[in-house]
């Protein structure tokens, strides 16, 4: 299909735009479909781009943080910690080391064990955040320093619970992004039974403009005319839709987590806009193909 052909078919001809009846069940079911879908589409698109940024952030925060958990008795855990100190701010690679206060491991506990646990009377081992720089540490060096001199020194890097966090974010990206896919599939299913249906219903009307000399290209730039630009109208109501129901989400926050982190950050609000054009494309395509083949039918 040459850029002529394609631009004559989406300015139209006003004689041609006669041919499709401008109401009636094709031209709800266009409206509504394509709106539907293109609300969906919106959450579907800011769901992929929260699970891009969730996966992100925790590869970059995980992959710089580490934990040194210190089981020792209760009389020698403080000289065990203050030579694990020393040991990790002598490594280099180690941006900041910090033991856990009893609060802050109290507060740890308390999802599980309620916000009353007596933890200064158990044996709880001491926990120190370890934090790396750019250039990253020696880990296998660093197990072997602690292990000679703090016996009960335990350095958990996060691998075992970081990667199975982050591909599970990077699935949900992945479905969210069939997801789309999917809804412009079943957008363009829809699109060609409708556009069959009005075929079929104007049969008659198509048999006498072929009679008057109208060509096969006049006749379906009117049906592609009419559903494509019924689909950009009814995809640019569902976007508005949609970009208001992830406005009114809650904004991201620790507290919240992941689910409070749904919506569109900073450009790619920008990013919704391209539904209706894609939507147009879509049943452009779709009509246009329908149209020729049942215009071949009907010969």
């Known amino acids: 299909m040459s850029a002529g052909t394609i631009r ?15 109401t009636g069940f094709t031209a ?21 781009l929260a699970s891009g940024r969730l996966a992100d952030r925790w590869a970059d925060e995980l992959a710089r943080s580490a934990t040194l958990r210190i089981n020792a ?8 910690t203050m030579m694990a100190l020393k040991i990790l701010r002598q490594t280099p690679g180690v941006a900041e080391a910090r033991a856990l206060t009893i609060e802050e491991q ?16 158990l044996p709880v081992p001491q926990l120190i955040e370890v934090t790396e720089n750019d250039d990253g540490y020696d880990q296998a060096g660093l197990r072997l320093r602690l292990s000679a001199e703090v016996p009960g020194a335990v350095l958990d890097d996060h691998t075992r619970w970081r990667d199975p966090l982050v ?3 990077n699935s949900l990206r992945r479905l969210a992004l069939v997801s789309i896919l999917l809804i ?11 556009a069959n249906a009005a075929l079929a219903a104007n049969a008659q009307v198509i048999e006498v403009l ?14 592609v005319r009419r559903f494509t630009l019924r689909t950009l109208l009814g995809a640019g109501v569902g976007v508005l839709l949609g970009m208001g129901g992830v406005l009114l989400l809650p904004e991201a926050s620790q507290e919240g987590g992941f689910l409070t982190g749904l919506g569109f950050q900073g450009a790619s609000w920008l990013l919704p806009l391209a539904i209706p054009i894609m939507g147009a494309a879509v049943a452009f395509a779709a009509t246009w193909a329908a149209a020729r083949r049942t215009l071949k039918e009907l010969t």
């Not at 072929?210 to 049906?223: E, H, T």
């Open 184 to 194: 412009g599939g079943a957008t363009a299913a829809m699109i060609t039974l409708a």
């Open 167 to 169: 591909a599970a974010a």
């Open 210 to 223: 072929r009679l008057v000399g109208a060509q096969d290209r006049f006749i379906a730039g009117a049906f």
């Open 106 to 121: 109290t507060a740890l506990l308390s999802p599980w064990f309620g916000p009353n646990l007596p933890i200064d009377t």
């Open 73 to 80: 008795p209760a009389d020698q855990m403080a000289d065990q």
């Open 8 to 22: 004559s078919l989406v300015l139209g001809d006003k004689q041609a735009d006669r041919v499709v009846p401008p």
């Open 28 to 48: 709800r079911l266009t409206l509504f479909v394509s709106g539907a879908m293109a609300f969906l589409a919106v959450f579907a698109l800011a769901l992929s």
